[in-house]
């Protein structure tokens, strides 16, 4: 008994670890999540990116505790970079949904086989995640820091809807490429 319970002791120690191979592809996600925000059309508060693309990979891709911190490495980067101003752009609540829905969909998907509808289950779970988490965040930034007297339809039209079709559009690039590179990228190999 006293070697069970070693044994458990040890394998859990031994998941809460990250690995080299762990911490390279949290970089890799990292720096795609990050570089993807650059790549903008301004829209109004919130800018259209492929980092929402970054975010689904990430999920599909890395286990929920390197999704994680795959996520969480571009929020400290704009903190770094954009200082605490960067806490007052109406995008940024986005970012910390970027962190749950990664984690969330990297759990989902992770969890089950790795079938189209349990790719588009978990796209569709972290998305309504990222929306949940950024528009009271954004409504909170519009309204309440910058004095601005947006009502919930507005906040639902500058934050969510105008991105819907884009959205869907990266969960369906983002699913086939998860299908396709399963069988082929070291990455879905635990």
């Not at 120690?13 to 390279?24: F, I, Q």
């Not at 829905?101 to 989902?108: E, H, N, R």
């Not at 601005?148 to 990266?170: R, S, T």
């Amino acid at each position: 008994m006293a070697k069970s319970a070693s044994k458990s002791k040890r394998e859990k120690e031994n998941n809460m670890k990250l690995s080299t191979r762990d911490l390279t592809q949290i970089s890799i996600f990292a720096a795609l999540t990050f570089v993807s925000g650059f790549l903008s059309i301004p829209v109004g508060p919130v800018p259209i990116t492929l980092q929402t693309l970054m975010v689904l990979l990430t999920g599909f891709f890395l286990r929920p505790k390197a999704a994680f911190f795959a996520q969480l490495l571009p929020l400290l980067l704009k903190l770094l970079l954009g200082g605490f101003q960067a806490f007052l752009t109406p995008s940024f609540g986005f970012v910390f949904g970027f962190i749950a829905a990664a984690t969330l969909i990297s759990y989902l998907v992770h969890n089950k086989d790795g079938s189209f509808l349990n790719y588009g289950l978990a796209a569709v779970a972290g998305t309504i995640v990222m929306y949940a988490i950024g528009l009271p965040y954004m409504a909170m930034i519009l309204n309440v820091v910058m004095g601005n007297q947006f009502d919930l339809a507005a906040i639902f039209q500058m934050g969510m809807l105008l991105f819907i079709p884009g959205d869907i559009a990266k969960a369906v690039l983002a699913i086939i490429l998860a299908d396709r590179l399963k069988g082929r990228v070291r990455v879905f190999q635990h």
